[in-house]
Protein backbone atom coordinates (compact mmCIF):
# COMPACT_ATOMS: atom_id res chain seq x y z
CA UNK A 1 0.00 0.00 0.00
CA UNK A 2 3.18 2.35 0.75
CA UNK A 3 5.00 1.08 -1.84
CA UNK A 4 6.48 3.71 -4.63
CA UNK A 5 3.84 3.30 -6.81
CA UNK A 6 1.49 4.66 -4.12
CA UNK A 7 -0.12 8.30 -4.40
CA UNK A 8 -1.97 10.37 -6.35
CA UNK A 9 0.12 11.07 -9.27
CA UNK A 10 -0.32 13.93 -11.88
CA UNK A 11 1.38 13.97 -15.41
CA UNK A 12 1.89 16.14 -18.28
CA UNK A 13 2.52 15.80 -21.94
CA UNK A 14 6.05 15.88 -20.99
CA UNK A 15 6.18 13.81 -17.71
CA UNK A 16 4.14 10.76 -16.36
CA UNK A 17 4.67 11.63 -12.81
CA UNK A 18 5.86 15.58 -12.55
CA UNK A 19 3.94 14.80 -8.51
CA UNK A 20 3.01 12.75 -6.19
CA UNK A 21 0.32 13.07 -3.16
CA UNK A 22 0.64 10.62 -0.55
CA UNK A 23 -1.39 11.89 2.19
CA UNK A 24 -4.32 14.54 2.69
CA UNK A 25 -5.79 16.41 5.61
CA UNK A 26 -9.33 14.37 5.26
CA UNK A 27 -13.06 16.19 6.89
CA UNK A 28 -16.33 14.88 6.90
CA UNK A 29 -19.46 16.50 8.10
CA UNK A 30 -22.75 15.36 7.08
CA UNK A 31 -23.92 19.70 6.59
CA UNK A 32 -21.20 20.67 4.83
CA UNK A 33 -19.87 17.09 2.37
CA UNK A 34 -16.04 15.90 2.61
CA UNK A 35 -12.84 17.80 1.65
CA UNK A 36 -9.40 16.29 1.03
CA UNK A 37 -6.83 18.72 0.84
CA UNK A 38 -2.56 17.75 0.00
CA UNK A 39 0.47 19.37 -0.86
CA UNK A 40 3.90 18.70 -2.70
CA UNK A 41 6.23 20.67 -3.99
CA UNK A 42 3.98 24.05 -3.57
CA UNK A 43 1.11 22.32 -5.52
CA UNK A 44 -2.80 21.66 -4.11
CA UNK A 45 -4.22 19.05 -4.22
CA UNK A 46 -8.34 19.67 -3.03
CA UNK A 47 -11.20 17.18 -3.52
CA UNK A 48 -14.75 18.11 -2.63
CA UNK A 49 -17.93 15.94 -2.41
CA UNK A 50 -21.13 17.43 -1.32
CA UNK A 51 -23.44 15.83 -0.68
CA UNK A 52 -21.55 13.19 0.84
CA UNK A 53 -23.59 9.86 1.53
CA UNK A 54 -20.74 7.64 3.01
CA UNK A 55 -17.25 6.29 2.11
CA UNK A 56 -18.26 4.51 -1.91
CA UNK A 57 -17.96 5.90 -5.59
CA UNK A 58 -18.22 9.59 -6.88
CA UNK A 59 -18.54 10.40 -10.23
CA UNK A 60 -16.81 13.28 -11.78
CA UNK A 61 -18.42 15.00 -13.98
CA UNK A 62 -16.23 17.03 -16.73
CA UNK A 63 -17.17 20.84 -17.51
CA UNK A 64 -20.11 20.89 -14.91
CA UNK A 65 -20.19 22.09 -11.44
CA UNK A 66 -22.53 19.73 -9.20
CA UNK A 67 -21.06 20.18 -5.60
CA UNK A 68 -18.55 17.28 -6.54
CA UNK A 69 -15.03 17.71 -8.02
CA UNK A 70 -10.99 17.47 -7.62
CA UNK A 71 -9.24 20.96 -8.43
CA UNK A 72 -5.03 21.44 -8.32
CA UNK A 73 -3.36 24.59 -7.99
CA UNK A 74 -0.39 24.93 -9.12
CA UNK A 75 2.72 27.25 -7.17
CA UNK A 76 2.15 29.92 -9.50
CA UNK A 77 -1.81 29.89 -8.78
CA UNK A 78 -3.11 28.38 -11.61
CA UNK A 79 -6.18 26.04 -11.15
CA UNK A 80 -7.06 22.64 -12.84
CA UNK A 81 -10.23 21.21 -12.21
CA UNK A 82 -12.65 18.27 -13.02
CA UNK A 83 -15.64 20.58 -13.53
CA UNK A 84 -13.75 23.62 -16.03
CA UNK A 85 -15.14 23.19 -19.58
CA UNK A 86 -12.54 21.82 -21.88
CA UNK A 87 -12.10 23.95 -25.42
CA UNK A 88 -13.36 21.09 -27.32
CA UNK A 89 -15.25 17.58 -26.88
CA UNK A 90 -13.31 15.08 -24.96
CA UNK A 91 -14.16 11.98 -23.66
CA UNK A 92 -14.22 10.41 -20.36
CA UNK A 93 -14.03 11.85 -16.91
CA UNK A 94 -13.32 10.76 -13.77
CA UNK A 95 -14.15 9.40 -10.36
CA UNK A 96 -13.43 9.45 -6.37
CA UNK A 97 -13.66 6.52 -4.68
CA UNK A 98 -12.80 5.42 -1.26
CA UNK A 99 -11.84 2.11 0.84
CA UNK A 100 -14.21 0.70 2.92
CA UNK A 101 -13.27 2.67 6.25
CA UNK A 102 -12.38 5.93 4.06
CA UNK A 103 -8.67 5.56 5.15
CA UNK A 104 -7.50 5.23 1.53
CA UNK A 105 -9.03 7.84 -1.56
CA UNK A 106 -8.46 6.60 -4.68
CA UNK A 107 -9.17 9.29 -7.55
CA UNK A 108 -8.45 10.10 -11.70
CA UNK A 109 -9.75 12.44 -13.71
CA UNK A 110 -7.94 12.79 -17.46
CA UNK A 111 -7.64 15.37 -18.91
CA UNK A 112 -8.19 18.11 -16.07
CA UNK A 113 -7.89 21.20 -17.96
CA UNK A 114 -6.93 25.20 -16.54
CA UNK A 115 -10.05 27.56 -16.76
CA UNK A 116 -8.69 28.81 -20.18
CA UNK A 117 -8.76 25.25 -21.54
CA UNK A 118 -5.26 26.02 -22.55
CA UNK A 119 -3.46 23.43 -20.25
CA UNK A 120 -4.24 20.41 -19.01
CA UNK A 121 -2.86 17.55 -16.46
CA UNK A 122 -3.60 14.14 -15.96
CA UNK A 123 -4.30 12.89 -12.27
CA UNK A 124 -4.93 9.08 -10.83
CA UNK A 125 -4.18 7.17 -7.92
CA UNK A 126 -4.51 6.03 -4.37
CA UNK A 127 -3.66 8.04 -1.08
CA UNK A 128 -3.86 7.99 2.87
CA UNK A 129 -6.68 10.17 4.32
CA UNK A 130 -5.62 11.68 7.94
CA UNK A 131 -8.57 12.69 10.09
CA UNK A 132 -8.80 15.46 12.99
CA UNK A 133 -8.44 12.83 16.25
CA UNK A 134 -11.83 12.64 17.74
CA UNK A 135 -12.65 14.70 20.67
CA UNK A 136 -13.88 12.20 23.75
CA UNK A 137 -17.41 12.30 24.28
CA UNK A 138 -18.75 13.63 28.21
Not at 10 to 25: C, E, H, M, Y
Not at 31 to 39: C, P
Not at 81 to 108: K, R, T, Y
Request: glycine share 12%.
Amino acid sequence: ADGPAFGIRVADSQNPTVLTFRSAKCFHYSKTGFTADAVDQGWDLFVRIRPFTGFHRYELVRGRFNGTFMKLVSPSGVEYASDFVPPHHEPGAGQINFSGNGNLLGGGFANMFNADGSDALDVAGVLRCHYPKQKPKR
